[in-house]
């Protein structure tokens, strides 16, 4: 090996090592309040680095580069494009997460012949290897369902099962029972989120969400004070939810509702991974991976989507913490809109709570980060549960605990058998008065048909809301595509009248009339509204149990019980062939 092939993979080894613990910095830092001072230092550390080994491919090789070093370089970088479409919800840095992953799979950079290039390093290296593919294709698996390449998830899918095999029969002294768990929980995740193989986007798509004969209507609040939705936490935590890696699926779709669909060069034809059903470029040289991406992958049509702060199995004091980080940033004209999606009450406090005293209660004192109360075992349905298994105190998260919050406008959407409890902040607020929507506490489905495995049945409705009633009336994923096509198309009608009924109320609170200009808000209550009617329908009686509620009050013209609200859902179920499912004769209820 020559003196200068040892130097220029030297001097390689050295940027790595700086770009790494750039690397770690910013990956350490919270996807909220500031820190892309550290992501750029990173980006500008990893730039200088993948051009030395663009530019200098055929000294390093001789003096020792291994292709899993390019592909550790190139994840990297796909990891940062990664963080910062969480940090920025831009659509191009998406992009630029999905381009490097398909680049490195397409040319086996963590392949088995990886760790055997320029000196290989024996088993034990191997095996390290191996550990980072297996990583990598996970990460790959979370931007492609994002970008919603379904022909990629599913080959994805495929070659982590294989992977996973073949490392067990080639390690076998070595326990890949977390993997295991892994696919587990892919399996279920991919089961619910392509239960129907023939939706659209969870996107907002200005095709089929936007509705111009309303525009005027819309406007007449534009002569009042308008908020916009800018910022957004997201946030759930369930026993056994389905979630792949930290990501869940009720979060999943909700980061997905808060979004453009993008209508331009965003929808880039990346390289397919495989051709002929193998995969393609095993040996092409990296430089081709064009790390500046072009700005026209930017899509000037749209406005930029509202940031958002997805928090995995928060405790609630993490929770409260980022609460306040956002709100002390929040600007004037700005809502927060947080999403909660959890339990009411622990394992632990199942079996005593029902012996517990009813009128126990809690003081209500604002505290921004709350302590353990005295007696909080002895109620079991005014709080939420934010902790591990079998624990409860202080990860019980309260009203009172988001009170101090309404300085600020919230828009708040509680999904959780205990959602009630949060009424209590109606009228209690600090500055603001939120706009609060409150899931059921009891969900709804037909007997026999299991509806656990596809999420929170309220978030379905606000996310995917022709999904949602075609999973509670118990209608097959194989549903003909004609039928469906003929669904949505009742449904798109549905929100159109809906919309022209609400933005024309008389009566309609201020508090919505404020927030209705905001796209993304807007069509969450309107499938609120669509929610509660579908559920009002299904059941024989009034039971308050199952529907959700929402402060303060929607007009009377958007009741279940108004024939504007309850005519779409009719002909929605005689189309789909359920209307027996539904009882529409015993709709003498009158709804607010």
Known sequence: MADGEAGVYREFKALAEAADRKFARARD?????????????????????????????????????????????????????????????????????????????????????????????????????????????????????????????????????????????????????????????????????????????????????????????????????????????????????????????????????????????????????????????????????????????????????????????????????????????????????IYISASGCTEQNMASQKYASSSSSHATTASAFPIDKPNSHMSSDNHLWLGPRGSGGPNNLYPEDLIPFTRYPLFLVIDSENSHAFKAIHNAEKGEPAALLLSPRISSAMPGVESTGHGSQFTYFLTAPMQAFCQLAGVTSDIDTDTYANAENILFSAFEEYEEILCTSVGLSNVWGQILPDPFLRRLILRFIFCRAVLFYFHPEEHEQHLPTCLPNLPESVSPAAEAIKTPILQLAENLVVSNRFHFRDSRHNKK
């Not at 200098?56 to 899993?68: D, I, N, P, S």
């Not at 023939?198 to 200005?206: A, E, F, K, P, V």
Request: proline share 3%; hydrophobic share 40%.
């Open 29 to 337: 830092l919270p996807l909220y309040g500031g820190g892309d001072h550290h992501s750029r230092k990173a980006f500008k550390a990893y730039t200088r680095l993948w051009r030395l080994q663009q530019e200098r491919r055929r000294e390093l090789v001789a003096g020792g580069l291994r292709r899993w070093e390019i592909g550790e370089v190139a994840s990297r970088i796909g990891q940062l494009y990664y963080a910062r479409y969480l940090r920025t919800a831009e659509p191009r840095s998406l992009v630029g997460a999905y381009v490097f992953y398909e680049a490195i799979y397409s040319r086996g950079y963590f392949g088995a012949t990886a760790g055997a290039e320029g000196g290989g390093g024996g088993r034990h290296q191997a095996l390290l290897i191996r550990y980072k593919e297996l990583r990598f294709i996970a990460r790959f698996l979370v931007v492609a369902m994002l970008m919603r390449r379904a022909e990629a998830v599913d080959h994805l899918a495929g070659r982590l099962r294989a992977l996973v095999e073949e490392s067990k029969a080639a390690y076998p002294k070595t326990n890949f029972k977390e993997w295991k768990q892994v696919l587990q929980e892919l399996g279920r995740f991919l089961k619910a989120d392509g239960a129907y193989k023939g939706s659209r986007s969870l996107r907002y798509d200005n095709l089929f969400d936007s509705y111009p004969s309303n525009l005027a209507s819309i406007a007449r609040f534009h002569s009042k004070r308008v908020l916009k939705l800018k910022e957004a936490v997201l946030t759930s935590y369930r026993r056994n939810e389905v979630k792949f890696t930290e990501l869940t699926l009720d979060t999943f779709r909700m980061l997905q509702c808060l979004e453009w669909e993008p209508t331009g060069s965003y929808q880039i034809a990346a390289k397919e991974l495989t051709e002929n059903g193998t995969v393609s470029d095993q040996s092409g040289p990296s430089g081709l991976i064009d790390i500046h991406l072009s700005t026209e992958i930017s899509d000037g049509s749209l406005p930029s989507n509202p940031q958002k702060a997805i928090i995995y199995h928060p405790t609630v004091s993490h929770l409260l913490a980022v609460l306040a980080t956002i709100c002390e940033e929040l600007s004037q004209d700005s809502i927060l809109l």
